[in-house]
Structure formats: C-alpha cells, structure tokens
C-alpha cells in the first residue's frame, strides 16, 4: 500500500514530528510512504526511510498565521503559492496513494485552504481515488467563529473517509475543543496518542539528575529559556541543562552567555526523549509531542503553555495533565524565576509518575484503520 502524509509546519516543529511518527509506522508495516512537506528544513527529525517531497518552504510570522514567510523571510506571493500547489498535485499524481493524509486541515491551516482543496479535487478525480483521511491531534484550536467550524464540516462530508482523532477518549474527546454535530461524529476515528514506543533510560546516563528545559525551535520560548537560567541562579543545588532549537548561533550564544555554572545551554538533541526518564524534572510548553513524550516517561514536569496570539489549545491540554501527580501548570502570564522555582519544589517532592493507562499505539492504530478502509474500498 501506498501512503501519501501532507503536513505544513509553521510555527514549531511539532505537526511535522507526528506526521513523521506515523510515516515510521506506515512504513514498519510494509508500506510505502511520502511525506510532502510545507514547512522549513527540520534536520534533527529522522526521516529515515521515508520518501520526501519538499514544497517551497513556508513558515508563520511569529504568531500570525495570516502572513506567510518564505525561507527567505519575504511574505509569500502568489507565485510561491502557486509552485506549492503545483508541485503537491504532481506529486500526488506521480505516487499515486492508495490512501492520502492531510495532517491538520481542514480543522486548520485555513490560511492554506487554497492548496489542501486543490490536492483534494485532484484526488477526487484521479482515476482510483485514494482513501482520504485527515489526521489531527487531541485537542484543536477551538474555531473563533460558527462559519469556520461548518465549513470544516462541510469540506470533510465532501472530500474525507474518516477523520483519524489521536487521542485516548477515556482523557480526552474532540467536544473539549471542537463543536461536534452527529453527522462529523459518524467520521471519527480515534485511534490513540500518536508516539514513538516509549523511552528507554539514556545509555550514557545524559540527563541524569537534571532539569531538563525545552521550548521549541521558535522565539516564542525564549521567556521559558530565559527565567529558567534566571532561576538557575536562584537554585545553584540543582543541575540545569536548556535545549534550545531553531539553529539559531547568535542565539544560542547569547543563553550560554547569560548561563550560571550550573547551567548548560546546547542545541537540541535527538536523543531527548531518552534523557527524559532519569532527569530530575522538565519544563517545557505543553505541546502534543511533548506532551506525549512526559507521558510515557513519567518525569516531574512544570508545563507553560504556548497562549500567544489567541492560542489556547496548550492551555487546554496543560490543564488536563496537571491533574495527575507530579505535573503543575504555569501560565506564561505568571512565568518567573520565584514561580518557577516553586512549581519545580512541588514536581520534585511529587516524584515520578510510575505507569499508566492510557493508550499511545496511535501510530499502529492509525495504520490498521488505513489499511481497513483502504482493502474494503472505504
């Protein structure tokens, strides 16, 4: 079987992280895969073994999903998008899919209908149809408007099979943050958190006794990086290591420079979820792969979610975990060294989460559906 994943990242990396998840697992079960990919190069997310096709690279300004930014940093003409379409219709000609996966849309990337709506005609008309279905994660950025929400609806009812829910509904269903009417639940699919099998310790012990503080590739999680060395400071009898993505040299510097002794600044790495079980506690936003990633490990974890520009879906997502032990929420409002450092003695003290019930072979799940509804002929 063949399996088509389209996915634009464009703030952080995390869309693209779980397309790739389920990529690996379409893959591991013999299947041929393409991830076609609308955001910026992300290197230190494996795509080993899965085939590429790269669309002119786009990304966010900042939090404003309206104006899109080419990897040179100029806003997106008509041109640009035109060689996106062109290239994801060719693309989808070409490999011809038994089965397409739109990640995200149409619950968002609205600023992108234009190509997602020309790769579903294109499907709609190819000579065998592939199987479409889109996938999206736990909880959504719940539609400002009635308008926007019946529209997503109605491109589901004209272009979609299943819409592929990866979360476990025993902790989370879509009503939280999507309004559902009888006729959108008959599409739901849920099948799961979507993760990687869960981390083993490090083998080299890396992370060991630490506080670990992740916040993206963005500049958006440079509040967090700063107040955690601020509170470094404030804790010298605990080891701090900050693991700061984006590529960025010039910012990366600056941390290390503004870094205590007990602090290590370093760019991100791909053995974190490794690092995560035997670190003495994280702080991190409270996006679905780290949230994932927490989950499965168990570490103490003070959650700052991502709320600018209107955002609440980490908000949502943050105040659910923060329900089990040794997890505590801190708005970005009230992020600083005094707050963090007392969310951080609370996690501690609470220790690590040992086991849980909740289901995380979305990945499997997601194959088995596709592969169901693709040798039934939907």
């Not at 869309?15 to 299947?31: K, P, Y």
């Not at 099948?191 to 890396?206: D, L, R, S």
């Not at 500049?219 to 009898?237: H, K, S």
């Not at 490794?274 to 679905?288: E, I, N, T």
Request: glycine letters at 8%.
């Amino acid at each position: 079987m063949k399996v088509m994943i389209v996915v634009t990242h464009l703030l952080g990396t995390g869309h693209l992280a779980r397309a790739l998840t389920l990529g690996h697992a379409f893959a591991a079960a013999g299947h041929e895969v393409l991830i076609a990919s609308g955001g910026r190069p992300a290197p230190h997310l494996d795509r080993g073994g899965l085939g590429w096709l790269q669309l002119p690279p786009l990304a966010s300004d900042g939090v404003d999903f309206t104006r899109l930014l080419t990897d040179r940093g100029e806003e997106a003409d008509a041109a640009w998008l035109d060689a996106r379409i062109t290239a994801l219709r060719e693309g989808l000609t070409a490999f011809a899919p038994d089965v397409l996966i739109t990640e995200l849309f149409p619950f968002g990337r609205r600023s992108l209908s234009g190509e997602f709506l020309a790769l579903l005609e294109t499907a709609r008309d190819m000579r065998r149809r592939p199987v479409v279905l889109a996938s999206i994660r736990d909880i959504l950025a719940p539609p400002s408007k009635p308008k926007k929400a019946a529209r997503a609806e109605e491109i589901v009812t004209a272009f979609y099979d299943a819409v592929l829910v990866h979360s476990d509904p025993a902790a989370t269903t879509l009503d939280i943050s999507w309004p559902l009417t009888p006729a959108l639940t008959r599409k739901l699919r849920y099948t799961g958190y979507v993760a990687p099998p869960a981390p083993a310790p490090h083998p080299t012990g890396e992370g060991q006794g630490e506080v670990l503080v992740s916040a993206g590739g963005g500049a958006v999680g440079d509040p967090i990086f700063e107040t955690a060395l601020a509170t470094a400071r404030l804790r010298p009898d605990l080891s701090w290591r900050l693991l700061v993505g984006g590529g960025d040299p010039e910012r990366l510097a600056a941390l290390r420079h503004a870094a205590p002794a007990n602090a290590r600044v370093e760019p991100a790495r791909p053995d974190f979820r490794q690092m995560l079980p035997a670190a003495r506690a994280s702080v991190s936003m409270c996006g679905y792969n780290t949230a994932m990633d927490l989950l499965q490990a168990g570490t103490p974890a003070v959650l700052v979610p991502f709320d600018a520009g209107k955002e609440v879906e980490q908000g949502l997502r943050a105040a659910s975990l923060a329900r089990l032990p040794g997890i505590s929420l801190l708005p970005a409002a009230d992020l600083d060294a005094a707050a963090l450092a007392t969310a951080l003695d609370r996690v501690i003290a609470a220790g690590p989460r040992q086991g849980s019930a909740l289901r995380f072979d979305g990945a499997a799940r997601s194959v088995a559906i596709a592969s169901e509804m693709a040798e039934a002929g939907r």
